[in-house]
């Protein structure tokens, strides 16, 4: 009999972030209802019903243990989520039904409290888990003939690739594993590995195991972690024999679900972006979303299943093949849904809503997976007879029968291939039948022995590390997602650890701009020293690292552009604790936002606006991706520069809104630039990163072509070339109005002038002039009621960018206008278009001179890119372009301030005595490695001397150009890059 999909919705308290951002509740819980209200009132409160609708949101109290009580009837515990899912999930396990439990909400929403939970608050698997374990005992004791077996595997998808995360080796396979279909079991993860297990304490080790192996090979592949979803099958086997009856064995799989983040799937690409679909990370998101609504439509029908003619697209990704069991097949499934409290995630929270809101609707038909355990044991020989008799050719398909089903002639060479792979799954159902027999052949007891001992070296292993970590340094990883953070930890256990990708490294890193030789941490007594190897890039708190200094106790460590490191030094902890000293709590956001404050963007949250705030956040969002984008391009050749890039709603042709952080790519062979919205470039950062790890994996075709690669950008599109801001105060009056308006870009930039007329009209449409006495308005109130007519010209266009004046046109929106006007296009720097409008409003009320006197109209200007270079540039790599880039933006700034301020900076000369002076720094440095390498402890003075001239440079215009720059909302010196 069908059954819905059982679906739970919880909403957890405010969090830190949500609490500093004084955010106010959106959500609402009456009854099984969700409620959730739009932060500004716009729109009326939504109401979704489901299953469950807990409130943990407060009404709590914590005890002596640590576990979340109730104080009124409304808080919903762990104790609670779990006897309304847990316990169903448990009694449908033993009864050999498949259950699935899925998780699902924005990252940080609360998924993994509920599922897993921490400390004495127990999720739902831990407890199923332990309860397991202890009828097992109960059943075996009573009756020790019986078996059962209980077995764990853990797979990632991301990026449409199946990895084993409990198998790091598969972690390195090129595609990731591969999945095929069995005739009756449905869709599996071919050479995924299974694991033994007697207790709940040897699940969380292995899961503990499955999530450190994730997070270093999300590290490794600079993969982000809240696009990936994670499976957890437990399988359950029980084998029984009740008095006078033959042996059976019921098996019931248990999966957890971990979905990606809810706010990824919202904002997937950029509309209007040619490759929006092109990154094959999205694909299982959009996949999931298109199998719901499919199943949501065949529930509808409510015709048997197998009969609807609607078609629903399992095999469309790699997720959705895994999962069509728990969603369209044989499984008892539930769904917990997780939401934010908070107006400022209320997109996200209602994306959440309306995806369960589709789930609830599904049905789905479990079946008790029970048979006779002799007859499972002899079908599984039958059919491994049946796929050598096919293997041997007796029983493959004819390839000219696949002809005829092709409607066309097949090749020799894609005969061969599709030969091939019918034998490659052929083989694959043969090895998984075969192991099925060899786990049937092993006795319980046999296999629980050898569990036993994997489990106990597992401990001894973990027991080892811990007491080292009580003595000795060492590093852990922090990580975008808090769940895998700290999972991983390198020991500093000798004087000397080299850190890099290479051999002879003792803390092994992989992945982007890593350098064989990263850095060396050096140990002195209790001082421990880092030291960056040459072009290494490295940060310390914040500040890049370029010469060897000593850390301290809560250090941030950031390795090139993806590994961040915290140091943990128990002397100086031990140290601090003891004299009563704060000790600082480090997490992913708070080296964000100190890398960002140290590169000179303000990130002081005191008398913020919630606008203000939330660029904020975007901004510290974005940074790190910048920082990966820049590295990729660096690393591939691509000759293109990433930088943050802050533009005003008037920048963007607005008269009124916020702020938008938007990313600048360049061109740094042709002097091009485009402005890509955050969603346009997250979506291409992802296809950089595929494009990267194609180049790792030694792709022959890792390049693509202009139209898929995700850095090209083509100068046949319209860029921004900036706007004019014209006042319309003077129709208020009915004055003409005719002047040069200045056009300014994001940075507000002069980019050239706009000329403008405004003529105010008499009835018949000629103009009024300033003899027209009955046309004199004292008061523009006195317009209200009346008709007005005027003529808007836009004349032309002065000294626009030589370098954006190929097909130049103006935009605008007039009042109420709805759509766009266009002036004519044009090439040339000061384009004459002669364009005019008359416009008429009947009758004047007072919204027209609001507009009039307070709006400004915001006419855009817009051109196309030419295609230059100084024919030296293509032969230079990115990276020596990006050192001339910044040398050019630093001359071009320290030029104008010079100018501005009329001290008469000599630039060529300021511009020597920096390299003169950099020049020193390297040859000191040399003296200084050179006497580490003899094993000396001192620097001859009289060397140094030497190097040192004995004119002191005079560097204070160079300083000042930097520090009031730096201060300077709008410019480029602070842009991230």
């Known amino acids: 009999m069908a059954e819905s999909i059982k679906v739970a919705v919880r909403v957890r308290p405010f969090n830190m972030r949500e609490q500093e951002r004084g955010a106010k509740l959106v959500i609402d819980m009456q009854g ?22 807990y409130w943990s949101h407060n009404g709590y109290k914590e005890d002596d243990q640590g576990y979340m009580h109730a104080e009124d009837s409304r808080y919903c515990d762990q104790a609670r989520v779990f006897k309304d899912l847990g316990e169903g999930v448990l009694s449908n396990a033993w009864k050999g039904y498949n259950c699935s439990l899925f998780a699902y909400g924005q990252t940080g929403a609360g998924k993994s409290y509920s599922i897993v939970g921490y400390g004495a608050n127990k999720g739902v698997i831990p407890v199923v888990c332990q309860r397991l374990f202890s009828k097992i005992e109960e059943k075996i004791a009573a009756n020790p003939k019986e078996e059962y077996e209980v077995t764990l595997a853990m797979v990632e998808i991301y990026n449409e690739q199946v990895r084993d995360l409990l198998n790091p080796e598969t972690l390195k396979i090129k595609g990731g594993l591969k999945i095929r279909e069995h005739p009756k079991k449905g869709f599996y993860v071919d050479k995924l590995t299974y694991h033994k297990v007697g207790s709940y304490e040897n699940i969380e080790m292995k899961m503990d195991n499955g999530t450190k192996n994730r997070t270093v090979a999300s590290t490794a592949m600079n993969a982000t972690s809240s696009r990936a979803h994670t499976i957890v099958a437990i399988t359950f086997v029980q084998k029984t024999q009740a008095q006078g009856e033959q042996p059976m064995t019921k098996t019931s799989i248990i999966n957890l679900v971990d979905l990606a983040g809810s706010e990824r799937a919202a904002s997937t690409g950029a509309a209007g972006d040619r490759l929006k679909e092109g990154a094959a990370i999205n694909q299982s998101l959009s996949t999931l979303g298109n199998v719901i609504a499919a199943l949501a439509d065949v529930a509808a029908e409510g015709k048997p299943p197998g009969k609807s ?41 209602l994306s959440t809503l309306k995806f369960a809101d589709r789930v609830k609707r599904i049905k789905t038909v479990a079946e008790v997976n029970e048979s006779p355990t002799e007859k499972l044991i002899r079908e599984l020989r039958e059919e491994n ?54 786990d049937n052949s092993k006795s319980a007891k046999e296999k629980l022995a050898e569990m036993e001992r994997a489990m106990k070296e597992e401990r001894e292993k973990r027991k080892a590390e811990d007491e080292k970590r009580q003595k000795k340094p060492y590093l852990w990883n922090l990580n975008e997602d808090p769940a895998l953070s700290g999972i991983v930890t390198h020991l500093v256990e000798r004087t000397k650890v080299l850190i890099g990708k290479g051999d002879k490294c003792q803390i092994k890193l992989q992945g982007l701009s890593i350098m064989d030789e990263h850095a060396l941490i050096e140990v002195d007594k209790h001082s421990l020293f880092l030291t960056p190897r040459e072009n290494a890039k490295v940060t310390l708190n914040g500040d890049n690292l370029t010469a060897r200094t000593e850390l301290n106790h809560c250090d941030r460590i950031l390795f090139s552009a993806g590994h961040v490191y915290v140091l943990h030094h128990p002397y100086q902890f031990k140290k601090a604790v003891k004299e009563g000293k704060d000790i600082q709590t480090v997490t992913w956001d708070t080296v964000q936002t100190e890398i960002a404050e140290k590169s000179g963007f303000d990130v002081d949250r005191k008398g913020k606006t919630e606008e203000e705030l939330l660029l904020q956040e975007d901004l510290i969002s974005l940074m790190p991706m910048v920082n990966e984008a820049n590295a990729i391009s660096m690393e591939l050749d691509k000759k293109k520069a990433f930088e943050i890039a802050l533009v005003s709603p008037q920048a963007r042709g607005l008269a009124k809104g916020r702020t938008e952080v938007m990313v600048k790519i360049s061109d740094l062979v042709h002097q ?23 180049y790792v994996d030694g792709d022959d075709d890792w390049d693509l072509s202009e139209e898929n690669d995700p850095f090209y950008e083509t100068v046949a599109s319209h860029v921004l070339i900036g706007q004019a801001q014209i006042h319309l105060k003077c129709l208020a009056y009915l004055i003409s109005f ?54 808007f010209k836009i004349v032309g266009a002065k000294g626009l960018p030589h370098k954006i004046s190929n097909d130049v046109y103006c935009e605008f929106k007039l009042y109420l206008e709805d759509k766009a006007n266009q002036t004519e296009h044009k090439t040339s720097k000061n384009p004459d278009w002669n364009w005019s409008k008359i416009y008429s409003h009947s009758p004047v009320t007072e919204q027209l ?129």
């Not at 091009?672 to 194609?694: A, C, H, P, V």
């Open 32 to 53: 099984n209802t969700t409620i959730i209200n739009h932060p500004k009132g716009e729109a009326e409160p939504k109401k979704f019903s489901f299953d469950y609708s």
């Open 309 to 349: 003619k609607i078609i629903v697209p399992f095999r469309d990704s790699s997720l959705t093949k895994l999962l069509k069991n728990a969603l369209g097949g044989n499984s008892k499934t539930v769904m917990m849904a997780a939401v934010s409290p908070a107006d400022i995630n209320y997109d996200e929270s």
């Open 385 to 438: 007879a049946k796929l050598m008799k096919m293997l041997g050719g007796q029983g493959i398909p004819e390839i000219s029968a696949l002809e005829g089903a092709s409607g066309g002639e097949v090749s020799e060479e894609e005969k061969e291939r599709m030969r091939k792979e019918i034998e490659e799954e052929l083989r694959a159902q043969m090895l998984s039948n075969q192991k099925e027999l060899d």
């Open 672 to 694: 091009n630039s485009w402005l890509w919205d955050r969603n346009k470039f997250i979506n291409r950062k992802y296809k950089m990163l595929e494009m990267y790890q194609n």
């Open 738 to 791: 005719e002047e040069s308006v200045i056009i300014t870009d994001y940075q507000a930039q002069e980019r050239g002038y706009l000329q403008i007329e405004i003529d105010p009209l008499k009835e018949d449409e000629t103009p009024i002039s300033d003899e027209d006495d009955d046309y004199f308005i004292e008061e523009p109130k006195e317009l209200i009621g009346k008709t007005i007519k005027y003529r």
């Open 849 to 977: 001179l609001e507009y009039f006197n307070d709006e400004p109209l915001i006419v855009k200007v817009w051109g196309k890119q030419r295609l230059e270079s100084d024919g030296n540039a293509a032969n230079k790599t990115t990276k020596e372009l990006k050192t001339q880039n910044e040398k050019d933006k630093l001359a071009s700034y320290m030029k104008k301030m010079a100018g501005s301020s009329g001290t008469g900076t000599d630039l060529a000369g300021a511009l020597q005595k920096i390299e003169h002076m950099l020049q020193m720094v390297n040859e000191v440095k040399k003296l200084s490695d050179d006497a580490k390498a003899a094993g000396k402890k001192t620097v001859d003075v009289a060397a140094i001397d030497t190097i040192l001239s004995p004119e002191r440079m005079e560097l204070e215009d160079v300083s000042r150009v930097i520090k009031e720059e730096k201060n300077n909302p709008n410019s480029q010196i602070c842009c991230i890059q």
